[in-house]
C-alpha cells in the first residue's frame, strides 16, 4: 500500500512561537515517520502583508533551519520553499477561479488581519485559494495545522470537491489533524486569545529562538487566574489551563499528573518550573539551529526538497490544465 501523503507549511513572517511548535511542528516531526510528508515555508502567504525583502529572505532560512533544528529530517521529509515551485502559484490563480467571493469574505484570518488597515492586498483575501492550491497539489491526505487553520481546510475541501465535480477526479479530498492538546495555544498576557508571531506584544508568546532569560521573564508575568489551584478548567481558569497544557505538552507529563503534583503549591513554584522545562526543551532545538542555520547547506537542501517537489507537483498541474481545457502548444 503507498504511504498516505501529508503536507503542511509555516509562514516565515516573525519569530516562531511556541504555538507553532506544540500546535504544528511536534506533529510534522512524529507524522515524517509514518507518512509521505511535504513540509513548506510558505513565503508567497507572507507576502499578502508587506515585508521586508532582505528581512524575509533570512526569515525563510530561519525557518527551514528550524524545521531540521525541531526534528525534520530532510531524507525522510520533502522540506523546500513554496515559490521555488512555480506550480503553486499557477494552480493557485485556478483555484481563485474557482473559488466564490462570498466564501473568501467569510474567513475569519481574512476579516482578523484585514481589521482597521486602510489597504488590504488583494491577495491577503485570496489567500486560502493559495493554500488550497498547496495542499492539492500534492493529493494530500492529511493536513497537520492549528485549530486557526480548521476554516481554510474546510473551504480546500469544498473547493477541490466542486473542481471535481465540475470538470472530473482530479483531486484528494484532504482532511485536518489537529493535536487534541495544543491546537490552540493561548497568549500568556491574554489567555482569550491565541499566541501569535504577529502579536506586538513579544511579552505574550514565547519564541522558540527565545534565551533561557526571556523565558523565565515571560513566564514569571504570565497571567494567572484568580485563585492558587492548579487547576485544569478552560472555562473557569482559562490562563492556568493554557500553562497547564504548554507543561503537558512540553514534559510529556499528563495534565492530571501536573495537577496532582501541583496540588496546594500555588502558581509561582509551578511557573518556575515550567520556565525550566521550556528552556530544557528549547536548547537542545537551539543548538542544532545555530549549527544548520551557520552550516552553509541548508540552500543546497532546499534545492533538492523542491526538486523532488516539483515532480510531484508538475505531475498534477498537467492535469489540472488537461481538465480544465488550457495550454496551446504543450498538451
Ligand atoms: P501560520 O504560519 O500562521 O502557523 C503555522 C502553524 O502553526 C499553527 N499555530 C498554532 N497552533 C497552536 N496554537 C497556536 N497559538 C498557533 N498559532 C499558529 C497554525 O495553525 C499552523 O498550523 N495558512 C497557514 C500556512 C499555510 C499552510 C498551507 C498550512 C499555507 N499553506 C498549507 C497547511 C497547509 C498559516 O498561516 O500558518
Not at 504555538?19 to 513565503?43: S, T
Not at 521586508?52 to 525541531?70: F, M, T
Not at 483531486?171 to 504577529?198: C, H, N, W, Y
Request: proline residues 4%; contains cysteine.
Amino acid at each position: 500500500m503507498t504511504r498516505r501523503r501529508v503536507f503542511s507549511g509555516i509562514q516565515p513572517s516573525g519569530q516562531i512561537t511556541l504555538g507553532n511548535y506544540l500546535g504544528a511542528l511536534k506533529q510534522f516531526v512524529h507524522l515524517q515517520e509514518e507518512a509521505d510528508a511535504y513540509y513548506c515555508v510558505v513565503d508567497l502567504h507572507a507576502i499578502t502583508v508587506p515585508q521586508d525583502p532582505k528581512l524575509l529572505r533570512e526569515r525563510i532560512l530561519d525557518l527551514a533551519s528550524l524545521y531540521i533544528a525541531v526534528g525534520l529530517d530532510p531524507h525522510k521529509s520533502t522540506l523546500f520553499v513554496q515559490s521555488d515551485v512555480s506550480e503553486h502559484s499557477e494552480l493557485g490563480w485556478i483555484l481563485q477561479c474557482n473559488a466564490h467571493m462570498g466564501e473568501l469574505s467569510r474567513m475569519t484570518q481574512y476579516k482578523e488581519k484585514a481589521e482597521g488597515k486602510e489597504h488590504v492586498s488583494v491577495g491577503l483575501f485570496t489567500y486560502p485559494a493559495l493554500m488550497a492550491a498547496d495542499i492539492l497539489l500534492y493529493q494530500t491526505n492529511f493536513v497537520p495545522v492549528g485549530e486557526d487553520q480548521k476554516q481554510h481546510l474546510e473551504l480546500t475541501r469544498d473547493i477541490a470537491e466542486r473542481f471535481n465535480n465540475r470538470f472530473g477526479e482530479t483531486f484528494v479530498l484532504p482532511e485536518v489533524l489537529m493535536m487534541e492538546q495544543g491546537a490552540r495555544i493561548m497568549s500568556l498576557d491574554d489567555p482569550t486569545k491565541k499566541m501569535s508571531k504577529s502579536n506586538p506584544n513579544p511579552q505574550s508568546r514565547i519564541e522558540m529562538l527565545d534565551t533561557p532569560d526571556a523565558i523565565r521573564k515571560k513566564l514569571s508575568r504570565a497571567v494567572t487566574d484568580s485563585d492558587r489551584e492548579v487547576r485544569f478548567d478552560p472555562v473557569n481558569k482559562p490562563a492556568v489551563s493554557n500553562l497547564l497544557v504548554i507543561y503537558s505538552l512540553s514534559a510529556d507529563k499528563s495534565i492530571q499528573t501536573l495537577e496532582s503534583e501541583y496540588q496546594g503549591r500555588g502558581y509561582g513554584e509551578f511557573k518556575k518550573d515550567l520556565a525550566e522545562v521550556l528552556v530544557e526543551t528549547l536548547t537542545p532545538i537551539q543548538e542544532r539551529y545555530t549549527q544548520i542555520r551557520n552550516s552553509g547547506e541548508i540552500q543546497d537542501l532546499l534545492k533538492q526538497g523542491a526538486d523532488r517537489a516539483r515532480q510531484v507537483a508538475a505531475a498534477t498541474m498537467e492535469r489540472v490544465k488537461r481538465q480544465v481545457g488550457l495550454g496551446g502548444t504543450t498538451l
